[in-house]
T-cell receptor
Framework: QKEVEQNSGPLSVPEGAIASLNCTYS??????FFWYRQYSGKSPELIMS????GDKEDGRFTAQLNKASQYVSLLIRDSQPSDSATYLC????????????FGTGTSLTVIP | ETGVTQSPTHLIKTRGQQVTLRCSSQ?????VSWYQQALGQGPQFIFQ???????GRGNFPPRFSGLQFPNYSSELNVNALELDDSALYLC??????????????FGQGTRLTVV
């Protein structure tokens, strides 16, 4: 079982719609959760971090964390073509030497 | 721009050779982590340095080694290169408090091709 799992997609949404990206993780003691955006050929760019249960909003982005269900999601409202990228979910637990476990990423395409 | 810089950006090496990749961390950051990202995969943790000491290692063989310097910059060394070492190598800088990770910011990466 992989530590972090994401739907690889591709996920396509029309411009202006809400894109929903999901991630599950296996280690119950995971403490920190991050979403990164990666454009083709570029390095990952941090979008959101979330550490406690509930929602965290930053502009058009909302991260949701449910530790009981071991589930974290990212919602992108009013999706723009510039949001087209691969979105990586990363999970950190102190018990594993402070490494980040990444999912394989979900490819998102926003159609104009 | 994250303030994390890596060099070189691209590199081609022959199987069996050795390579050194470099990373300068963001100002105020004391922790550097290295990741390997193969095409179509998520980054895989190689190791992390905190205040010049190794602070965790992923499932990579000993021919992957590293250093962190007093200014918190870091090097990744790979000996006896294999074809499967071809990947994007990412350095991530963070400010850790008592060894607990906070947000990590990536450099632009080094694309290594082994032929």
């Amino acid at each position: 079982q992989k530590e972090v799992e994401q739907n690889s997609g591709p996920l396509s949404v029309p411009e202006g719609a809400i894109a929903s990206l999901n991630c599950t993780y296996s280690d119950r003691v995971s403490q920190s959760f991050f979403w990164y955006r990666q454009y083709s050929g570029k390095s990952p760019e941090l979008i959101m971090s979330i550490y406690s249960n509930g929602d965290k909003e930053d502009g058009r982005f909302t991260a949701q964390l449910n530790k009981a269900s071991q589930y974290v999601s990212l919602l992108i409202r009013d999706s723009q073509p510039s949001d087209s990228a691969t979105y990586l979910c990363a999970v950190n637990t102190r018990n594993t030497g402070n490494q980040f476990y990444f999912g394989t990423g979900t490819s998102l395409t926003v159609i104009p | 721009e994250t303030g994390v810089t890596q060099s070189p950006t691209h590199l081609i090496k022959t199987r069996g050779q050795q390579v050194t990749l470099r990373c300068s961390s963001q100002s105020g950051h004391n922790t550097v982590s290295w990741y390997q990202q193969a095409l179509g995969q998520g980054p895989q943790f190689i190791f992390q340095y905190y205040r010049e000491e190794e602070n965790g290692r992923g499932n990579f063989p000993p021919r992957f080694s590293g250093l962190q310097f007093p200014n918190y910059s870091s090097e990744l060394n790979v000996n006896a290169l294999e074809l499967d070492d071809s990947a994007l190598y990412l350095c991530a800088s963070s400010r850790s408090l008592d060894r607990l990770n906070t947000e990590a910011f990536f450099g632009q990466g080094t694309r290594l091709t082994v032929v």
